[in-house]
């Protein structure tokens, strides 16, 4: 694989007008059955990335739902910008959302969505499927049954609104079993959502009433632990610091259990409603039954998740599906739409930026519309099992078409190449094995071709305005130590006779070059992938004894990836210095889909080591993926599709990292940054 497609989300604003709906009318168990079977797994891929990049998240994922659902039903109007100047018209205005964090999350997720199901799903349902996976990821009841197709608000409310039904932290008993009785609750089930408090932290702001003695409004029938009120008073004195201070909910505030009640029962209870469950004889029964009893608890809990979220939704004909969360109609987004980009990429596809799409796909789907099927080589993957979720995941209904063919000239340049080519690497010599294949210097030619007809099509000033603001990406290397420097027997005595610092410095020097290249040919904005961990592909753990029967990889390839890596992260540097106006941007794969790998039970997956597709071998490495191949039964549960390449499930969480990833991701801004950004930023 060489220069690999980045398809670019496009926010679009899409509103409406906000109205009523009964408990859970208009709701169903499988209202994206047809138009968007796969977004369970988008949202809770999603969440799972991100919450490893911070375990904070699915507490503030949940206190996020939870504020929504109490203004206006969940419509995900919490998620509204305010309106210019006009902040009043803005929940997040509210005092009582100080602290609410990770509505930018939500619109990661949304971006991801959007590109597989463009116009499908509402915020609204992302938010509550994202709040019930931060439940469970965290340890809470798994598979909450949830109805889905909830409508979003098309306007926010004025924050006093928001002041008014967000509960305040000194609630007690009688207004909690109001609040939640309207929404349907039992006294049992109010008792149960209260054990959300077991995940996060309280600010010492909502802890001001309960420590002052001279609260008139707060009753004595707490039940106080002197120890843990001592502790309280510490840890937020009065007047000092209320808003940055805070305290844990609970000894285990990453952990979603039952400790809120068995605190709660101790006099360790945060908030006033905490302390006062004990004591009150509608509620009492049930704190000490879910303190002794935690799979009541989850049970009580999930039957009170689909009612708080279920409760006066928009649906049907009310409310509006926003593309993007964050804005309502006719206001400037928060992030305004990207101009008309165009990503021009050898190797893979050249986009439109107004064209919705994903991130990535895997290397083995490109093969159903790249450059080799026009010419003699080895290396083809047109067949079958190849492409089984091809167009589904990523919602496109064809190809982008590929430079050899010969339909791709004229107006067609406009809209989309694909340079792509199998076997292909910086080395000319890389993928001999093969025969025909085109390696990086013969794809910077064919791009040089493409250039010039557009620019005999629209003239030299806007083609150079073009090409300055597409986005080139290019993910290459892999094959040059993989069909090239590791080959099994034909490179062995190459191995002896070139060190591995010499080859590498090969290979960085001539890239070095075709970067430049493409730099002079008007290539401002340049992503440029890392080698991954290719010890890690079922291929090298099959041929390399080393990686052993477990979770392994084969080291030594691993290392030359880590060498040229480290050359290549400098060699980026180097050209960003040294060439004006240049955006070269380092994505590091690597360490991505190491993570993938070294935690792939927290994103989801069961297999980490060997192919959904595969034929033999101990991890179904030893021959590509054909028509005679076993395809496991759930792609979605392997991390490898093949010998050599990622499942599209794997592919969908490298695509979010790297479309809104931090530094440790790409560097030195991720992929929509880059996008946003002018030639000269």
Known sequence: MDLTLIFVVIFLLAFSSHGEAGIGSGLSFDFYHESCPQLEDLVRAGVRSL?????????????????????QGCDASILLDPDGERTQYSEMASSKNFGIRKRNSISLIKSTVEAVCPGQVSCADILVLSAREAVALSGGPAGISVPLGRRDSSNPPDFRLADALIPPADMGVDGVLQLFGEKGMTVEESVAILGAHTLGITHCLNLESRLNKQAANIPRNHARNPVFENTLKKSCPLGLG?????????????????????????????LRIDAEMP????????????????????RAFSSAFVKLSSSNVLTGNEGVIRRNCKAKIGSSPAHPPIADHRLFIAAATVLPSHQLASLSPPPRRSSLSRNNNYIFSLSKANFAPNGIDFGREIG??????????????????????????????????TGNIFGGRINLDAQIDNFANTRQEI???????????????????????????????????????????????????????????????????????????????????PFQRDINPSAGDGDGCAVFPNQLAQLFNAQLRALITQLRANLDQSNFIYADVYHIVDDIIQNYSSYGFENANSACCQIGGRFGGLIPCGPTSKVCEDRSKYVFWDPFHPTDAANSIIAMRLVDGDSADVWPIN???????EPSD
């Open 51 to 71: 919450s490893l990049a911070d375990p904070t998240t699915p507490a503030a994922l949940l206190r996020l739902m939870f504020h929504d659902c109490q203004v």
């Open 242 to 270: 209320s808003r940055i201070g805070f305290v844990q909910n609970d000894l285990t505030p990453l952990v979603f259990d039952n400790h809120y009640f068995v605190n709660s029962m101790s006099g360790g209870g945060v």
């Open 279 to 298: 004591l009150d004889s509608r509620t009492r029964a049930f704190v000490h039954k879910f303190a002794d009893d935690e799979e009541a608890f989850f």
């Open 396 to 429: 496109l209904i064809g190809f982008t078409p590929p430079y050899l063919a010969p339909t791709t000239t004229g107006a067609a340049i406009l809209q989309g190449v694909n340079y792509a080519s199998g076997g292909g690497g910086i080395l000319n010599y």
């Open 455 to 537: 620019i005999s099509r629209i003239g030299e000033a806007e083609a150079k305005k073009l090409f300055e603001n597409a986005v080139f990406s290019i993910t290459i290397g892999s094959n040059d130590f993989i069909n090239n420097y590791l080959t099994p027997y034909v490179s062995k005595l190459e191995q002896k006779l070139v060190p591995p610092e010499s080859f590498v410095g090969a290979m960085t020097s001539r890239f070095k070059i075709q970067l430049t290249r493409l730099y002079d040919m008007g290539a401002r904005k340049i992503i440029v992938a890392n080698v991954g961990p290719i010890g890690c592909i």
């Open 671 to 677: 992929i929509r940054h880059l996008i946003r950004s």
